[in-house]
């Protein structure tokens, strides 16, 4: 992130309750935020009028992108799985080659994506997301393995990369920053819940928390049962 100055951060997926949760974070911390989101969505991103830049259009449209991260010092980028034509893999494809050198890269995706093969899932989230896979293609809804290929096309890259992978989400007041783990199964992450505002807050820290470059943390909430236990 920019030593010297405002630092500039791009939202992608800014309409969002997640990505709005990231812009308050980021304003809170004092960067300069560019926001992305589709021009249906842009009105609710009102509340942060004259505080924001907007960029209007769809996350994986690549000159969208282009105008979005140019002169960012990092990117907040929620990957999303709609439809079943890759738009989680072109939002990441996009971002990935249109961020500056040095940018700093932070994506969102679930548990359910692993990068090294050595998480151990509970059979509850397996059956789910067989179950939910199948039905949102045919439905033509949402295609999750378009979401484990983007985060393939991110763990290959050579970029200032994290991917941060939330569990079960809540909303609530904050419990302050997630636990994390680098793989799911650990113990810590039994609870398999966080609060919304605070897997933003992970996402925003990472900006400038080198631990965490190439890492893919599974995180939990800071105060549920499992990470107090530990």
């Excluded at 989400?169 to 199964?185: F, I, T």
Aim: charged letters at 25%; one cysteine or more; aromatic letters at 8%.
């Amino acid at each position: 992130m920019n030593s010297g100055g405002r630092s500039k951060v791009c939202v992608v997926g800014a309409s969002g309750k997640l990505g709005r949760y990231m812009v308050r974070h980021a304003l809170d911390k004092g960067y300069e935020v560019v926001g992305v989101c589709r021009a249906g969505s842009v009105g609710k991103l009102d509340e942060f009028k004259g505080r924001i830049t907007v960029v209007a259009g769809p996350t994986n449209d690549r000159d969208v992108i282009g105008r979005a991260v140019a002169g960012c010092d990092g990117v907040l980028t929620v990957l999303v799985p709609w439809g079943v034509h890759g738009y989680s893999t072109g939002t990441a494809r996009a971002v990935l080659d249109h961020a500056d050198p040095g940018a700093r890269l932070i994506f969102s995706c679930g548990w359910h994506i692993t990068r090294d093969g050595q998480d151990v899932y509970p059979w509850r989230l397996r059956a789910f997301v067989a179950a939910f896979g199948v039905l949102a293609r045919l439905a033509r809804f949402a295609d999750i393995r378009d979401q484990v290929q983007a985060c393939r096309q991110i763990f290959a890259s050579d970029t200032r990369w994290t991917v941060v992978r939330g569990s079960d989400l809540e909303e609530g007041d904050s419990q302050g920053l997630p636990v994390w783990s680098r793989h799911v199964g650990d113990p810590v992450l039994k609870s398999n819940i966080t609060r919304r505002v605070d897997f933003a807050l992970f996402m925003v820290d990472a900006l400038t928390n080198d631990e965490l470059v190439h890492e893919a943390p599974a995180i939990v909430g800071r105060r549920t049962p499992s990470a107090l236990a530990a």
